[in-house]
């Protein structure tokens, strides 16, 4: 036979490839159409795969935030951004320790389950009724180291008249220390003044304020009355128009909002204890600022006003808490959803459902520390976590345990965290507290300088040196004793916001 044999038109003596070729020629036309269709298929419904935009909610990367403590401030410092999206007004970066059953939302509305708890601010009447005055005058109670109700504070701690007489001598040193125009100052004027990178007249002014009025001096009453009111004539001659305490025209720097948050303690706590109408106008404008500046929806504060692209830092954050605590002190309004979002931050910064903080969302769970927890755990009792909260337990046991027991010695002390777990304990009250405040107490004054003079009655930044947390090797000598006065001056500072179980009325 010569040729080939063909069925149809397919020749039969083609190989492999030439049957390939001439289906192709044949066939060419539908198999792209039919590869299109089903890729347009595909697309489709990887589409309808993807996270679906939510109305109202902007999404930002979890974990971005500038360097912590030790690094750059503001907007133009280092980042670091892991890719988790998660919605701006729900609490961001869980750490890897929560289980899955955990919920990510923080609901804030009375009668929640959730870590949070309901937000109930606490009751603030009498909180400042154990100060006295430094003469024994208005608020009643003696002096430092005074009978009545200081004194009876004191002996009810089982300190004796040593913590009374270690403060008398670190206001004196604070006395010494103010400036002709009523302010103090972090940088200079005295030895050991630190790295002197960290100026703020107003924050000085704020710490050296809050020293003395913690023992009951007012700027009408007190050993000390004439100091307490030359420093707050300061404050209010720097306040900016738009209610700002900070003495630097830049926004940003790290000191801006420690500053504005103390100095509207050290008013709002003035203002409260004499009545006087000439503070009222500052210490309101000075709230509203803050309140301006937290953030719209994830509820921290940092370094600046806070808006949709930043994040908020925790100890930050605490302190302007408190401000706001001091001002429903002094009968300021303060807004309840400020509240509410605030306890959002808390939750964005927690671990462990609640019994661990650190300083920013998105960090890791190796960022806990103990200044952290104990200032999360004290934001979470001014906004009403109950005194028996499984969470504020564990965080308690933490902040009491052996890694976290109080010592001067070098690299270990912390003067920073113990200024707020003497709070947090404080208001707890019991046994615990009272063992901690007087081991810590004793080490505090075994440390303060003798004598009078130059030093006499503060507290050396680096000697021993502090831990990295604790910030007094770069805020300096004058930081580092307001905060030693502070801790000492806890148990009369402000009343205990968990009232005292009455063991008489329980007994059979």
Request: proline share 6%; glycine share 14%.
């Amino acid at each position: 036979m010569g040729g080939s044999v063909e069925i149809g038109s397919i020749p039969l003596d083609l190989d492999a490839s030439g049957l390939l070729r001439l289906w192709w020629k044949s066939n060419r036309t539908g198999f792209l159409a039919s590869v299109g269709l089903h890729g347009l298929l595909l697309l489709v419904f990887a589409i309808w795969a993807l996270p679906q935009v939510i109305p109202g909610k902007n999404f930002v990367l979890d974990g971005f935030s500038t360097v912590g403590p030790g690094g750059p401030a503001g907007p133009e410092g280092p980042i670091q951004i892991n890719t988790k999206l998660t919605p701006v007004d729900l609490p961001a970066g869980r750490g890897t320790s929560k289980t899955k059953s955990d919920s990510t939302e923080a609901t804030t509305e009375k009668g929640s389950d959730s870590p949070a708890g309901a937000v109930n601010p606490v009751a603030v009447g009498g909180a400042l009724a154990g100060r006295g005055t430094g003469t024994g005058g208005a608020a009643g109670g003696g002096g430092a180291g005074g009978g009545g109700g200081k004194g009876g504070i004191w002996q009810g701690l089982g300190v004796g008249t040593k913590p009374p007489t270690g403060i008398a001598a670190g206001l004196a040193w604070l006395a010494r220390q103010q400036e002709k125009g009523g302010n103090w100052r972090l940088h200079e004027g005295y030895p050991d003044a630190g790295e002197r990178v960290i100026r703020t007249d107003a924050g000085a002014t704020a710490l050296a304020l809050l020293a003395m009025l913690g023992d009951g001096n007012t700027p009408i009453e007190g050993q000390h009355a004439k100091s307490v009111a030359r420093g707050v004539a300061f404050l209010k001659s720097i306040q900016k128009a738009n209610g700002d305490y900070h003495d630097h025209e830049e926004l940003g720097r790290q000191t801006a909002f420690y500053a504005h948050s103390q100095a509207t303690i050290a008013m709002c706590e003035a203002y409260a204890l004499t009545g006087d109408a000439s503070l009222k106008a500052s210490c309101e404008r000075a709230v509203k600022f803050l309140l301006e500046s937290q953030h719209p929806k994830d509820g921290g504060w940092r370094y600046q006003p806070q808006s949709g692209e930043s994040v908020g830092d925790l100890s930050v954050t605490g302190w302007a808490l408190m401000a706001l605590h001091s001002a429903r002190i002094a009968k300021i309004n303060v807004p309840f959803d400020n509240f509410e979002r605030a306890s959002l931050f808390l939750e964005s910064v927690s671990e462990q459902n609640g019994a661990r903080y650190k300083y920013q969302p998105g960090d890791p769970l190796e960022k806990v520390s103990s200044a952290m927890t104990a200032e999360g755990l004290l934001c979470r009792q001014w906004l009403g976590w109950p005194k028996d909260h499984p969470s504020q337990k564990d965080a308690l046991k933490y902040l009491l345990s052996e890694e976290n027991k109080p010592s001067w010695a070098p690299g270990r002390r912390n003067v920073y965290a113990w200024y707020y777990t003497a709070q947090a304990l404080h208001n707890v009250g019991g046994p615990d507290w009272q063992a901690w405040y007087q081991h810590t107490s004793q080490l505090i004054l075994q440390g303060q300088a003798s004598g009078g003079g130059v030093v006499g009655g503060s507290w050396h930044p680096t000697k021993p040196p502090g831990s990295n947390e604790e910030y007094a090797a770069k805020a300096g000598r004058l930081y580092l004793t307001c905060l030693c006065l502070l801790v000492l001056e806890t148990p009369i500072r402000h009343a205990a916001i968990y009232p005292e179980t009455d063991q008489k009325e329980k007994a059979p």
